[in-house]
């Protein structure tokens, strides 16, 4: 039996940091990965599809998608070429809670990331139906594209395709898109996006695919942790009711275990994205070497890239509603700054919540060209508690889309 400091099953961004972050500090690791290194968002997910964000054409996003996936591979490759990394190109099984096949290790983490969650619908083997992967390896830009879903997926890629020429229909069973997004500020993006001709069904229901009228069909609701193959039995693992590997909050380590299991990113369902993947791995490793860390998962930033972007950090303010806090919202707007107005991206609002007489800030939700920037500020301010009266004191660039917030915040 070979043995390690660290054994990690699966080679995607929670992965492959934990990976390089722990061979940094010293420790021997033991890394498992039946494809190819990156996981689904280097190869299928969100590098891939910002790829087609940012292409003018169809043909121009086919041409640069395997050129762009490809480089990255090969820096991931690079990364787990240290020397007290061993990289074994094969699916990880669990033989007991600290062996993995033919490696055993004190610690264990679970980085195998999400699959597509396919709704059960009637006519699901049409051969019009396929998943954000299947229509990333689409040869033709389709005539008429039916998206069924108005999540992050679902929206980007009726973004995308409805610049790219296509007829796009976005079909969605809630009342407004983006659950996740404030709902004042998912409804005027999807306006906005109704004004550059993509069509909305909301609150409708699929019945069946051959009611679609589309060339392709993409299935965009959501993802589900992947498990299968693992053997979690032998380790004394129990799936959660939504098929995630359960973990504590505080520690992701798996609940119920009695050794250190742990399980990072999509797998463990609680923040599924590549950044909180990444973050968690690099707190799971601090954990085994003994170093404390200030990292905040309660302060999780999240974009959405369509055209023109959203991003949100913090409680909706519904949710502000709900939990019965005292709040202010303050508001600024795109078409009010000098920047957004020179790069003629007009279209834009700032939702900023903060505790009643300018105090900490607890949130910010908005649309608009470089939201995603916008957030990232604001998300390094909630992190350090900081109020709005402060932020009314910090100097922001003129001109400058930074500017919006700085008005929201005045």
């Not at 990289?87 to 195998?112: M, S, W």
Request: charged share 20%; aromatic share 6%; net charge negative.
């Amino acid at each position: 039996m070979n043995e390690s400091d660290l054994i990690i099953i699966g080679a995607g961004p929670g992965g492959y940091r934990a990976a390089e972050y722990a061979a940094k500090q010293g420790l021997k690791v033991v890394i498992f990965e039946d494809a190819e290194v990156g996981g689904t968002c280097l190869n299928v997910g969100c590098i891939p599809t910002k790829v087609y964000v940012h292409s003018t054409t169809f043909d121009e996003a086919r041409e640069r998608m395997p050129q762009v996936v490809s480089q990255l591979q090969s820096g991931v490759e690079a990364i787990l070429s240290h020397p007290n990394i061993t990289q074994v190109r094969e699916r990880g099984t669990f033989v007991d809670d600290h062996t993995v096949n033919d490696y055993t290790a004190k610690n264990i983490i679970i980085a195998t990331g999400s699959e597509t969650k396919w709704l059960p619908l009637n006519g699901l083997d049409d051969p019009r139906v396929v998943d954000s992967t299947g229509l990333l390896c689409l040869d033709q830009c389709p005539k008429r594209l039916a998206i069924i879903g108005a999540g992050v997926i679902g929206m980007e890629f009726a973004s995308v395709f409805n610049r790219f020429g296509t007829e796009v229909t976005v079909i969605e069973f809630l009342k407004e898109c983006l659950p996740a997004l404030d709902s004042d500020i998912a409804k005027r993006l999807r306006k906005t996006l109704e004004k550059q001709g993509v069509t909305f069904k909301m609150k409708t229901a699929v019945e069946h695919i051959s009611d679609i009228d589309a060339d392709v069909v993409l299935m965009a609701t959501g993802r589900k942790p992947r498990t299968s193959g693992l053997n979690l039995e032998a380790a004394g693992i129990t799936l959660a009711p939504n098929g995630a590997i359960p973990v504590d909050a505080q520690t992701f380590k798996v609940q119920h275990s009695m050794s250190n299991v742990f399980a990072i990113g999509d797998v463990n369902g609680r923040q599924m994205l590549a950044h909180a993947a990444e973050m968690q791995a690099v707190h799971v490793v601090n954990q085994i070497i003994g170093r404390a860390d200030g990292i905040r998962f309660d302060i999780m930033p999240a974009a959405i890239f369509t055209t023109p972007e959203a991003a949100c950090v913090g409680p909706t303010e519904d949710q502000l509603k709900e939990q019965g806090l005292a709040y202010e919202c303050r508001k600024a707007f795109h078409r009010a700054n000098g920047k957004a107005l020179t790069m003629n991206e007009p279209d834009g609002m700032l939702k900023l919540f903060c505790e009643p007489n300018a105090g900490r800030i607890l949130g910010c939700h908005a649309f608009g060209a470089h939201s995603s920037d916008l957030i990232q500020e604001v998300s390094v301010l909630m992190c350090r508690d900081t109020t709005v009266k402060q932020l009314r004191d910090m100097v922001h660039v003129h001109p400058s889309l930074s500017e919006i917030l700085l008005s929201a915040a005045e």
